[in-house]
């Protein structure tokens, strides 16, 4: 109710207080009419309409009932805590959406949409016990809504397969039907610009809805979106970086102007400076100001590390570990284990590496679906690693691992599979699993998936470093604000690989990323071929493929191979000394592997 006074919104919450009684003392037509007096003054009143939806019902005006529940869904996720939430299942962000939700629903309990989109979160993370009952309570306040029942019906449906004997037909049978903005795009669009138009004041609005106009490819209205956003909050730091991440060239000589003035003031607020920090770099590199621009993107690092605690020994420990428990004999004595579905396509390898084009131009075959990045094996693995924060700093993760019986290697694969399942949204017989990260976890892929298929994007490790570095990643990403521990990172992930080429010669297919760029169709015939799929001349013009992408690569895998980023890295070669130092031999040798690595 924008414009209302205080004693407006006392009157209105005075007003619902009243509805909830006159509900629960089973005065129907008294709390009806009350909830009508409120959406006369307030007609985007989702609670008013809750509460008339509730009584309408129990009075049996079953048809006016449904479009009052309607209503109330609709104008509850245009609320902005429901809006945000919906915007974090988008990209992954779970935990941060869950805890919106439950925020939410303690002043809001009987939100049927805020349930629906909790259930969905419990769904995609293994939890259908729960996620049935958040569906049951959702449909107990609007039991028409059918985004809960369509997801209902799929959640029963995983249960019974986890009972039954035809596990390995069921992930053909579910697809999850998605919330809006959970791959569910044109409704996703739909939505965000009704909370722009509601709320056109927010900063925060315009930029989420930039970040879904770029993901549908909508660039130049995503530029539109940012734009609006600095013009209603001039240092809005993700907007900037946003704006910047777009690797177009959007922003010029005005906007490092404006981004000097900004910093210079310090009166940005803490989350945003880094991101400022970043924007300015990717201008002023954009401009050739190479020695400007690394300071920028030093100091935006080093703002982000201070609030991150990062070990590099521990990924080295891991390494270690993995080398000494996942040798040969080790799959010598699982052979026959885990579970033998071929479905999985996964895209490992360090982050920047090119695993968003390798993903885009196999999402253009007929017969593979693009999943995006999901978190299911690194939740997998967190469980096998307990209490500890990540399974890499637990030592005894593969301990437990190397301990568990075929017919639990067998379970861990079959929930690996129910898992992605209610993330995919065709019938095509194989999907990807695009998690770059994942190469901290080859050994438990093959242990539990051991027919896989397994892609390693590689890139030069200088062009690659400097491209995490250059990358402002607010979390997930411990490694990337320090040269040396990316270098570190590298050099790890390159041992673990070579460690598994070893024990397990031809699981892994390897793709070079300057030679895939430098002879684009022999490679993708070569990398179709490995996988064992036909060729399908769509795979050559992946860049025509409409699909939603929502990494940083999005506007990348929209134009034709390009060599331009190839050497980019060489304009800060003076500054990148202890990247090299810490990849030691590994340069030299590219794409080789040296021998005392």
């Keep these: 109710m924008i414009g209302s006074t205080n004693a407006d919104i006392g009157n209105k919450a005075e007003a619902i207080a009243n509805a909830r009684r006159l509900l629960r003392a089973g005065d129907f037509a008294?709390?009806?009419?009350?909830?009508?007096?409120?959406?006369?003054?307030?007609?985007?009143?989702?609670?008013?309409w809750r509460m008339l939806g509730m009584a309408l019902r129990a009075s049996g005006h079953l048809a006016e009932a449904r479009e009052a529940e309607m209503a109330a869904i609709h104008e509850s996720r245009l609320h902005p805590d429901m809006f945000q939430a919906t915007l974090a299942i988008a990209d992954n962000r779970l935990d941060e959406a869950e805890q919106l939700l439950r925020d939410y629903l303690k002043d809001q309990r009987d939100d049927a949409a805020a349930l629906r989109l909790l259930a969905?979160?419990?769904?995609?993370?293994?939890?259908?016990?729960?996620?049935?009952?958040?569906?049951?309570?959702?449909?107990q306040v609007a039991p028409d809504y059918p985004a809960a029942q369509s997801l209902l019906r799929r959640v029963e449906e995983a249960r019974r397969a986890q009972a039954g004997s035809e596990a390995s037909e069921f992930p053909r049978g579910l697809r999850a039907e998605g919330t809006a903005g959970a791959d569910q795009y044109a409704e996703a669009l739909d939505l965000f610009e009704q909370v722009v138009e509601r709320f056109p004041d927010s900063p925060r609005n315009w930029i989420s809805y930039g970040h879904i106009l770029r993901t549908v490819g909508r660039r130049e209205d995503a530029i539109a979106a940012y734009r609006h956003a600095i013009g209603l909050k001039r240092d809005a730091g993700e907007a900037w970086w946003a704006l910047a991440d777009l690797k177009t060239r959007e922003l010029g000589s005005k906007d490092i102007e404006q981004l000097s003035e900004i910093l210079a003031a310090g009166s940005a607020d803490?989350?945003?400076v880094s991101r400022l920090h970043f924007a300015l770099a990717r201008a002023l590199e954009q401009a050739g100001r190479f020695e400007e621009s690394f300071r920028h993107y030093a100091e935006g690092n080093r703002l982000i590390a201070a609030g991150h605690a990062y070990d590099r020994?521990?990924?080295?420990?891991?390494?270690?570990?993995s080398i000494r428990f996942l040798d040969g004999d080790f799959f010598r004595a699982r052979k026959g284990a885990g579970f033998d579905t071929s479905d999985p396509i996964f895209v490992l390898g360090m982050p920047r590496a090119g695993s968003t084009l390798i993903e885009q131009i196999l999402a253009s075959h007929s017969e593979v679906e693009g999943t995006m990045e999901l978190p299911n094996i690194i939740g997998i693995a967190n469980w096998l690693a307990g209490e500890k924060r990540a399974a890499f700093e637990a030592s005894d993760y593969l301990t437990h691992l190397a301990a568990l019986p075929p017919a639990e290697l067998l379970k861990l694969g079959?929930?690996?599979i129910w898992g992605t399942a209610l993330r995919r949204q065709t019938s095509k017989p194989f999907f990807i699993d695009k998690m770059p990260n994942n190469w901290l976890h080859l050994g438990l892929i093959l242990t539990i998936l051991p027919k896989a298929r397994i892609i390693d994007a590689r890139r030069h490790p200088m062009a690659c470093g400097l491209s995490n570095f250059r990358q402002h990643f607010a979390s997930g990403q411990g490694f990337?604000?320090?040269?040396?521990?990316?270098?570190?990172?590298?050099a790890d992930y390159v041992r673990m690989m070579d460690h598994f080429d070893r024990v397990a010669p031809g699981r892994v297919i390897r793709v070079i990323h300057e030679e895939l760029i430098a002879e684009p169709e022999a490679g993708i015939r070569s990398l179709l071929d490995r996988l064992g799929l036909p060729f399908d001349e769509a795979c050559l013009n992946f860049q025509d493929n409409k699909r939603a992408v929502r990494t940083s690569s999005s506007e990348q895998v929209r134009r034709p191979i390009s060599r331009e980023g190839v050497e980019q890295w060489r304009s800060f070669e003076p500054w990148?000394?202890?990247?090299r130092q810490a990849l030691g031999s590994i340069v030299d040798s590219y794409p080789a592997v040296p021998e005392s690595v």
């Design 414 to 416: 079959k929930g690996y």
């Design 120 to 139: 969905e979160i419990g769904a995609r993370l293994g939890r259908l016990d729960a996620a049935e009952r958040l569906l049951k309570e959702s449909l």
């Design 30 to 48: 008294s709390a009806t009419e009350q909830a009508r007096e409120i959406l006369d003054g307030d007609d985007r009143c989702a609670e008013a």
């Design 270 to 272: 803490a989350a945003d």
């Design 313 to 321: 020994t521990a990924i080295t420990r891991h390494v270690e570990e």
């Design 480 to 490: 990337s604000y320090d040269l040396a521990d990316i270098g570190s990172f590298y």
């Design 576 to 579: 990148l000394e202890p990247l």
